[in-house]
């Protein structure tokens, strides 16, 4: 199948059910093309030949799994491209015109959300009521996992059981078997449970009868990994560029990834040395404090921002995204210098919901792996991610005097008790305790 041709192949996980390989087969191919759609989503590409080979090198720069796996997931992904040549999908009358297959017949290239309204009547309904609820793209996609998860248990347990018909003690035996087989977190759980409840209650419509004595995932209170002060600054002297920028506001903000990523212009008061998070965690605001250090670069990187603003207006390029109800509000607002992201992907990407290409915030995959590559060249023997800067904005802080209720106000804690796990990875914890074998 050629570079361009693109793909769209929704019943490939039923296909894949009746594979005549072996189960771990199946289960590696369905890990590597679920991996592979997942990156396609945040990455705001269609399913091409060439998204694949990003996809794989990704998958190869990370090391993550060894050349055996890695040859099974090629194999997972040809097999999902030959299987979708042989769907023939064809194109309703009236549609938009397509890519065509090897066989010459047209395929339906339809816009990821618009068109993907499910297979099964019970997922329909899950989707519609998420969309009409205007819930969150990434919500949308882990609702569905969950509900696809609960289908397939129900199906092997009792063949040809319908979720709608669904039980209550069916859906405690299905949480209880993730914390007892399956070994999930608590939160994990309390997801899934969360993702059913929605199912059942508000898109089948069907009341829910007490079903709480199922068995509870293992609450695991983990100490944060932080870093000293001298490797965050050996991480921050390994990146350059934007990234450096943005791993330098997310460590001087204590800023959650998809809060620097989905900063606007608006959002950022360098006159006042504030910056702005709208609809952070829970949906609350706040404000938090912008380094001094920072401030002429972030002024220097908003005049280049506004000179790609006036590209893309000169251009007639769609708005960016704007939040539920705006956009019907004002429908120019999209278009406005204030509502751009502050820090803007380079290429025009595909919005999942309604097809268009227009641009988009830096992808939170690209941002974690230059923080990992980052990493590896600042040669830390510890396991970072971007939010490790957040742990450590936090910890720093409180060595150094902070009261906090100041850094829980700043983190966007709801509880300080949240807040308090950073004393236990603090430098000089409890009362300045030292261990008795330095004295």
């Known amino acids: 199948?050629?570079?361009?041709?693109?793909?769209?192949?929704?019943?490939?996980?039923?296909?894949?059910?009746?594979?005549?390989?072996?189960?771990?087969?199946?289960?590696?191919?369905?890990?590597?093309?679920?991996?592979?759609?997942?990156?396609?989503?945040?990455?705001?590409?269609?399913?091409?030949?060439?998204?694949?080979?990003?996809?794989?090198?990704?998958?190869?720069?990370?090391?993550?799994?060894?050349?055996?796996?890695?040859?099974?997931?090629?194999?997972?992904?040809?097999?999902?491209?030959?299987?979708?040549?042989?769907?023939?999908?064809?194109?309703?009358?009236?549609?938009?015109?397509?890519?065509?297959?090897?066989?010459?017949?047209?395929?339906?290239?339809?816009?990821?959300?618009?068109?993907?309204?499910?297979?099964?009547?019970?997922?329909?309904?899950?989707?519609?009521?998420?969309?009409?609820?205007?819930?969150?793209?990434?919500?949308?996609?882990?609702?569905?996992?969950?509900?696809?998860?609960?289908?397939?248990?129900?199906?092997?347990?009792?063949?040809?059981?319908?979720?709608?018909?669904?039980?209550?003690?069916?859906?405690?035996?299905?949480?209880?078997?993730?914390?007892?087989?399956?070994?999930?977190?608590?939160?994990?759980?309390?997801?899934?449970?969360?993702?059913?409840?929605?199912?059942?209650?508000e898109a089948l419509g069907r009341p829910l009868a007490d079903f709480s004595q199922f068995i509870r995932g293992r609450v695991l209170k983990r100490v944060p990994v932080v870093l000293s002060r001298p490797e965050c600054q050996r991480l921050l002297d390994a990146l350059t560029g934007t990234t450096r920028l943005m791993a330098q506001l997310m460590y001087g903000s204590g800023l959650r990834l998809t809060e620097l990523l989905r900063l606007r212009v608006q959002d950022m008061d360098l006159e006042r040395r504030q910056l702005i998070v709208r609809a952070g965690k829970g949906g609350k605001d706040r404000v938090t404090v912008v380094p001094e250090i920072l401030v002429e670069r972030l002024l220097a990187h908003r005049e280049r921002l506004r000179q790609l603003h006036e590209e893309d207006r000169r251009a007639e390029e769609p708005g960016v995204w704007l939040p539920e109800g705006l956009e019907r509000k004002f429908p120019q607002a999209g278009k406005a210098w204030e509502w751009q992201w502050f820090f803007p992907s380079r290429q025009r990407m595909m919005d999942p919901r309604t097809g268009l290409r227009r641009r988009h915030h830096v992808l939170d995959a690209t941002f974690q792996h230059a923080i990992r590559q980052g990493a590896i060249r600042a040669q830390l023997d510890k396991r970072v991610t971007p939010h490790v800067l957040r742990h450590s904005f936090a910890t720093h802080l409180l060595e150094s005097g902070s009261d906090i209720r100041t850094v829980q106000e700043l983190l966007g804690h709801k509880d300080v008790a949240t807040t308090q796990i950073y004393t236990h990875v603090m430098q000089k914890p409890g009362l300045g305790v030292r261990s008795p074998l330095d004295g």
Request: glycine share 6%; aromatic share 10%; hydrophobic share 40%.
């Open 1 to 201: 199948m050629g570079q361009s041709i693109v793909v769209w192949f929704p019943q490939w996980a039923e296909v894949l059910a009746r594979h005549q390989g072996s189960v771990s087969q199946r289960r590696a191919y369905q890990r590597a093309i679920g991996e592979y759609l997942r990156f396609c989503r945040q990455s705001r590409q269609r399913a091409t030949a060439q998204s694949a080979r990003q996809f794989m090198q990704q998958v190869e720069a990370q090391r993550r799994m060894g050349v055996l796996e890695l040859a099974t997931w090629k194999k997972g992904l040809n097999w999902f491209f030959r299987e979708a040549a042989r769907a023939q999908v064809r194109v309703p009358e009236g549609e938009q015109k397509g890519a065509r297959s090897q066989s010459g017949l047209q395929m339906k290239v339809p816009p990821p959300a618009a068109t993907d309204l499910g297979g099964s009547e019970w997922e329909r309904r899950l989707i519609q009521e998420l969309r009409t609820r205007h819930y969150q793209w990434r919500t949308e996609q882990t609702y569905r996992m969950w509900a696809r998860r609960f289908a397939r248990w129900l199906e092997g347990r009792r063949p040809g059981r319908n979720v709608i018909l669904a039980e209550e003690g069916e859906i405690r035996d299905f949480l209880s078997e993730l914390a007892t087989r399956q070994r999930v977190s608590a939160s994990t759980q309390r997801q899934a449970l969360n993702a059913l409840v929605f199912l059942v209650r």
